[in-house]
Each structure stands twice: as structure tokens, then as C-alpha cells.
Antibody, heavy 119, light 110 residues
Framework: EVQLVESGGGLVKPGGSLRLSCAAS????????MNWVRQAPGKGLEWVSS????????YYADSVKGRFTISRDNAKNSLYLQMNSLRAEDTAVYYC????????????WGQGTLVTVSS | QSVLTQPPSVSGAPGQRVTISCTGS?????????VHWYQQLPGTAPKLLIY???NRPSGVPDRFSGSKSGTSASLAITGLQAEDEADYYC??????????FGTGTKVTVL
């Protein structure tokens, strides 16, 4: 059974940092691209970042470029999102999701982890 | 980055048919990229509903169908049921190498 489990969310002050993790199981992690998608409270879905299976290709939404860094460790079946210079507008539930190729469907999602940026 | 446009809400009585539109541009849907649809029940993560414009993953009822034409796509739900009350999002890819989501549509079963 495919499972994606996010962790690392919490309350952080504006300007602070946080590192999210996503533990994958039930599939060959190294064969899939991975993504972070966020959802602000009461709002829609927003794609944040993508990383290819071998980390060769990395993309970011304009809203997080220069502040967030996506990475993965295929040996540990894990995906990460380092978030720096956090702003109030980064407050959201962050989901990790997998796809086979850029632009393909996000076929499995984690349950999400809540990040709250507030003083 | 681009956003796909959906109606904020649609509603229908049990058993009726409802459709949700998803309008993009020449840099995403119109560029030939596939459209995918997700269902998000209250308090849960999104779930893949339709992929590759019109394909249903295993376990998704055939009451759900998708289509794409030009710069738009649509999701149809026939034989609407109470359990279909949820938020629905379309998603595609953009020439700017970013994923784009629709604005979301809340489906209410009257």
C-alpha cells in the first residue's frame, strides 16, 4: 500500500525557518517525481515545488523561489522541504504528492502537515 | 504563475447531473497538457478522481467523467449522490514548467 506521511509542521514566527519531511513507503520511491502542494486555510490548492526522481530537475513556484528548498534522499525514501524567511502567507497545510513525470497526475497524497506562521 | 478558472460552486439534487468547467490558456491546457481532477472531502487530503483528461483510477465510480477541448476541460457527475458533496479541483501543467491548479468548485447536494 502506498503511503506518504508528512511531518515537521508547527508554529513559527515570521522570518523563521522550518523543515518538512515526507516519509514514503509501499512503492519504489526512487522511480517517482515528488511534489509539495499547499492549501491555506479555507483556500484552494497551490503547487509549491517539484523534484525529479534523481533530483536532476527541481522547480519552484514564484511565491517561494529563493526561500524554499526541496530535496530528497532516495536511500531513506524521504522528501524534504526546507522553508526559510517564512511569511504569514505561507500558513497552510503542506501535502507531499507523487507523480511519474512532470505534468502527470498526482496519484497519491499524504495527509498533510500544518504550518502556521504567526508572531 | 497561471491559475485555472473554475466556478466557485455548483449544486444539484440527488440523481441529477452536474458539470464543472475548468478554463485555462494557451500555455497550459491549450498547449496540449493533460487535465486531471481531484476530489477533496471535508478535512481530508485531495484524492485523484480523473487523470489524463478522461481516465478513472481504479475504484472511482463511472458516474464521474472528464473531457477536454481547446483551452478548457470539464468534469461531469451523473446520478449525483450525497457522498459527492466535496470540493473539486482541476490541474494541468504549464509551459513555465509549473503545475497549475484550478480555483476549486464546491459541489452541494440539495
Amino acid at each position: 500500500e502506498v503511503q506518504l506521511v508528512e511531518s515537521g509542521g508547527g508554529l513559527v514566527k515570521p522570518g523563521g525557518s522550518l523543515r518538512l519531511s515526507c516519509a514514503a513507503s509501499g512503492f519504489t520511491f526512487s522511480s517517482y517525481s515528488m511534489n509539495w502542494v499547499r492549501q491555506a486555510p479555507g483556500k484552494g490548492l497551490e503547487w509549491v515545488s517539484s523534484i525529479s526522481s534523481s533530483s536532476s530537475y527541481i522547480y519552484y513556484a514564484d511565491s517561494v523561489k529563493g526561500r524554499f528548498t526541496i530535496s530528497r534522499d532516495n536511500a531513506k525514501n524521504s522528501l524534504y522541504l526546507q522553508m526559510n524567511s517564512l511569511r504569514a502567507e505561507d500558513t497552510a497545510v503542506y501535502y507531499c504528492a507523487r507523480d511519474l513525470d512532470p505534468g502527470a497526475e498526482l496519484d497519491y497524497w499524504g495527509q498533510g502537515t500544518l504550518v502556521t506562521v504567526s508572531s | 504563475q497561471s491559475v485555472l478558472t473554475q466556478p466557485p460552486s455548483v449544486s444539484g439534487a440527488p440523481g441529477q447531473r452536474v458539470t464543472i468547467s475548468c478554463t485555462g490558456s494557451s500555455s497550459n491546457i491549450g498547449a496540449g497538457y493533460d487535465v486531471h481532477w481531484y476530489q477533496q472531502l471535508p478535512g481530508t487530503a485531495p484524492k485523484l478522481l480523473i487523470y489524463g483528461n478522461s481516465n478513472r483510477p481504479s475504484g472511482v465510480p463511472d458516474r464521474f467523467s472528464g473531457s477536454k477541448s481547446g483551452t478548457s476541460a470539464s468534469l461531469a457527475i451523473t446520478g449525483l449522490q450525497a457522498e459527492d458533496e466535496a470540493d473539486y479541483y482541476c490541474q494541468s501543467y504549464d509551459s513555465s514548467l509549473s503545475y497549475v491548479f484550478g480555483t476549486g468548485t464546491k459541489v452541494t447536494v440539495l
